[in-house]
């Protein structure tokens, strides 16, 4: 149920500039534009396509209705901290630090691209997203990141990892 590897990835990757620019950032209420919900939009549906194809759940929680009928600048801040004492939301963001770029991109979204190659669902968003915030922070998410190959079941095929989801750990 943690929408955060589908809404962070976009938000940090497509404002790197302003966020390295800016002493201090709002990322939710100044970077959530259009575009950005655009994205992100697209990557939900691919992670959307990966449950269906896996089979993992009979409900699927989709992110896109967090912002129906409203702005998308006006819906995130309701969901951050607090404000400051100016009532402001921005803050410092150290780009290749923040807890999107290293928890939502690299162990999140590397999880969701690794399980998108095994089910067989084109996964373009997810990996560009992971391309670009593995380059800003100088590394490579899919070897780091919380893959499939680095949990230890990189050996299973879709029909494995289908009977594993159903049925859990053999005793």
Partial sequence: MNAGPIIHPPLIVMNAGPIEHFERWDIHKEGTQGSIRRVTDALDAERIAVREALATARR?????????????????????????????????????????MREDLR????????????AGVENAFGKILLAIGGAICGENFMDGGRTLQNLGFGDLDRNGLQTLLRQGFPS
Avoid: N, Q
């Fill in 107 to 118: 162990v999140g979204l590397s999880f969701l691209v690794s399980a998108a190659a095994l």
């Fill in 60 to 100: 699927i929680f989709r992110c896109a209705p967090l912002c129906k009928g409203r702005r998308a600048m006006d819906v995130w801040p309701r969901l951050a901290r607090p404000p400051d004492r100016l009532g402001r939301l921005a803050e410092r963001i150290v780009l290749t630090e923040h807890r999107y």
